[in-house]
């Protein structure tokens, strides 16, 4: 079974740049899959940020569009999520998860157990 | 974007219960596109169902899904102990989204 893990800095400055990395362990990054992040502010529901194929290939949600940037290391199996001047909006547990692809389906079959990232001077 | 909404908001039941919960889409959801996850706190979601009605590995029977086009439902059947969470619906027909989720309570 495929295992993800979030990695980064837990407090970030006000218009600065959150940068995390999920790490893929018991299988390849180079499948039939997306590399998907969610994020959950405290107190709040699950929203879905961007994601990326092995080939590079990237979906963003459109409001944060302008502000992201995910990308993908297949030789040292991790992909990456950057998200620019942040601002306390961005204040959520990041969660990093596998969406695996067949048959017409696509589902959620993995996920990191999210890292807690502040936003604050 | 695809609006989901949930309905209700918290859900008080007992163990026992029949439990129904609704997600309703601003616009149509193409087939296959619409899962459920259910959220203990502190725990990263947990895929019940996809492709409306199909369950996840080692989801037990008393989980079901189904609908289409706009409304959507999962059903628990007999709600155990530790069924009692947080559950979100999430469509994948255009971009991805998830409703603001159902919270089943223990009443």
């Known amino acids: 079974q495929v295992q993800l893990q979030e990695s980064g800095p837990g407090l970030v400055k006000p218009s600065g740049t959150l940068s995390l990395t999920c790490g893929v362990s018991g299988g390849s990054i180079v499948t039939t899959a997306w590399w998907s992040w969610v994020r959950q502010p405290p107190g709040q529901g699950l929203e879905w940020i961007g994601e990326i194929w092995d080939n590079e290939k990237t979906n963003y949600k459109a409001s944060l569009k302008s502000r992201l940037t995910i990308s993908i290391d297949t030789t040292k199996n991790h992909f990456s999520l950057n998200l620019y001047s942040v601002t306390a909006a961005d204040t959520a547990v990041y969660y990093c998860a596998r969406v695996m692809v067949a048959q017409g389906y696509n589902w959620f079959d993995s996920w990191g157990p999210g890292t807690l990232v502040t936003v604050s001077s | 974007e695809i609006v989901l909404t949930q309905s209700p908001g918290t859900l008080s039941l007992s163990p026992g219960e029949r439990a129904t919960l609704s997600c309703r889409a601003s616009?149509?959801?193409?087939?296959?596109?619409l899962a459920w996850f259910q959220q203990k706190p502190g725990q990263a979601p947990r895929l019940l169902i996809y492709g409306v009605s199909n369950r996840a590995t080692g989801i037990p029977d008393r989980f079901s899904g189904s609908g289409s086009g706009t409304d959507f439902t999962l059903t628990i059947s007999r709600l155990e102990p530790e069924d009692f969470a947080v559950y979100y619906c999430h469509q994948y027909s255009s971009s991805r989204t998830f409703g603001q989720g159902t919270k089943v309570e223990i009443k």
């Open positions: 616009q149509s959801v193409s087939a296959p596109s």
